[in-house]
């Protein structure tokens, strides 16, 4: 088998140790073109997932942790979680197996400087897979935060980052009552070092690795081979289904797979005559336009995909043509946002360049896209929300290279077929920006996936 038979980020699967014999996830190329309901990839055991996810932090650690250290010119970030209580941060940095934090469990990185490696420490009374280098005895120091002040003043950092902020939760950990009972125990030369680590954490988070890239268009395609079953006769025989028996189909095929929804998907029905988005129990009919929202977290990693679908009539081969267009127009609206992006400039200017250039062809369109990773609504900007088409504190964070985006968004578009009827074109698909280009993960939705009605 020759390793150039296989897109490039496989190689980093094989580097960090993975065997031929050993299961590993479906590793497919990046796509600008979505197959029409695909089949569904294999799905790992649950011990080949805890060894892929264990393989992928362990990487994400060596290199992303000295990269955004040095990056932001931190010296020292501590973190601290509490059972039942993680911050984001911490519940991503803890391995496949260790579910929780146990009791009070406190993560500190060092960077020592002159290019040395980046110290990784737990000062917990349990280890981390080998993650982190235990750094606390209890029989020996019983205080636990007086061990964190040791382990500080034995470094003597210049800015310690702890997580506090006004803005994004995924920056905002520390507690009232945690950074007391820490602050009592530093002294006060250290207490004057203390800065915000909310950039580090949403650096962390937002940034993605190649062998995260590797295996994130095989994720995406899960969930678009659950979208296309969904959005078929396996699924959906009109004049009988509504729109919460799709719901709940997906929620029962997820639990017979084994795989994790981050959300309850989300089916509508927009049909000629009626207004706005039909759902719950609407039974499904000949002539709708269907649509979905759905997102799974898989080995750690989320998806966030919207598409549609039209319920052929009787004798119908293909649906309106004023429906085809209208998605051709959200089509175009993706293609002027992917166009608007540029490292280092903000969501809102994103945002902004990109309404400016749909509104001077004509179109109608709702920006509300978003970065994607280890969340589905991720670490990183905003670029628009779907009630607010304007500048947002949430917009102000640039958006950078090594990035995954859901890409989410609408245009309406008066279809003549149903009476000149306002109709909403929503898509949401997933993609990956390295800094000069856009790409989606597997594809996107070009076409109304069509559903026979009998």
């Given at each position: ?19 031929a ?9 990046m796509?600008?073109t ?7 990839p294999?799905?790992?055991p ?34 601290m979680?509490r059972?039942?209580?993680e ?10 197996n ?14 020592p400087?002159?290019?040395?490696p980046?110290e ?79 950039t ?26 659950l ?43 927009q ?20 649509w ?19 319920v ?15 998605l ?8 002027l946002?992917l ?5 280092g400039?903000s ?11 749909a509104?001077?062809?004509?179109l ?12 589905g ?10 009630d ?19 890409i989410?968004?609408t ?7 149903w ?17 000069e ?18």
């Amino acid at each position: 088998m020759k390793l150039r038979a296989f897109p490039a980020g496989f190689a980093a699967l094989l580097a960090s140790g993975v065997t031929a014999q050993e299961p590993v996830p479906p590793v497919l190329p990046m796509s600008d073109t979505e197959i029409s309901a695909p089949a569904m990839p294999p799905i790992l055991p649950m011990r080949a997932r805890a060894e892929t996810i264990d393989r992928i932090l362990a990487e994400r650690l060596e290199t992303v942790i000295p990269a955004i250290m040095r990056e932001q010119g931190i010296d020292l970030w501590l973190l601290m979680a509490r059972e039942y209580f993680e911050e984001p941060v911490v519940a991503s940095m803890l391995d496949a197996n260790s579910m929780s934090a146990r009791r009070r469990t406190i993560l500190i990185f060092h960077d020592p400087g002159e290019g040395r490696p980046v110290e990784r420490l737990t000062v917990s009374r349990y280890g981390l897979a080998g993650l982190f280098e235990p750094a606390w005895q209890p029989e020996v120091q019983p205080d636990q935060w007086q061990a964190v002040a040791d382990i500080v003043a034995a470094r003597d950092p210049r800015r310690i980052a702890i997580n506090f902020s006004d803005i994004t939760a995924f920056g905002d950990g520390m507690t009232l009552s945690q950074y007391r009972a820490m602050s009592a125990k530093l002294p006060a030369r250290y207490r004057d070092r203390i800065v915000s680590g909310e950039t580090l954490a949403v650096r962390w988070l937002e940034s993605r690795t190649p062998g995260e890239l590797a295996i994130y268009p095989g994720i995406v395609r899960l969930a678009h081979a659950l979208i296309g079953r969904a959005f078929s006769r396996e699924v959906v025989t009109p004049g009988k289904t509504t729109a919460a028996d799709v719901q709940w189909w997906y929620r029962e095929e997820l639990a017979r797979l084994g795989l994790t929804p981050w959300f309850h998907p989300s089916v509508g029905i927009q049909r000629q005559g009626a207004t706005g988005m039909l759902a719950g129990d609407t039974v499904i009919e000949p002539g709708d336009l269907l649509w979905t929202d759905f997102g799974i977290t898989y080995l750690r990693l989320a998806t966030d995909t919207q598409h549609l679908a039209y319920v052929l009539k009787p004798g119908e081969v293909a649906a309106p043509t004023g429906l085809r267009a209208g998605l051709a127009a959200t089509n175009r609206v993706q293609d002027l946002l992917l166009e608007s992006f540029e490292p280092g400039v903000s969501g809102n200017a994103i945002l902004a360049e990109a309404r400016r250039k749909a509104l001077a062809e004509g179109l109608d369109p709702s920006i509300y896209s978003h970065p994607i990773g280890l969340h589905g609504h991720g670490a990183g900007t905003a670029i628009g929300f779907w009630d607010n088409q304007r500048d947002d504190p949430r917009g102000e964070y640039p958006v950078l290279a090594g990035t995954a985006w859901s890409i989410e968004l609408t245009s309406y578009s008066a279809v003549p077929e149903w009476g000149g009827q306002r109709v909403d074109f929503r898509s949401e698909e997933n993609a990956w920006f390295d800094g000069e280009t856009v790409r989606f993960l597997d594809g996107r939705q070009t076409e109304l996936t069509l559903i026979p009605s009998g």
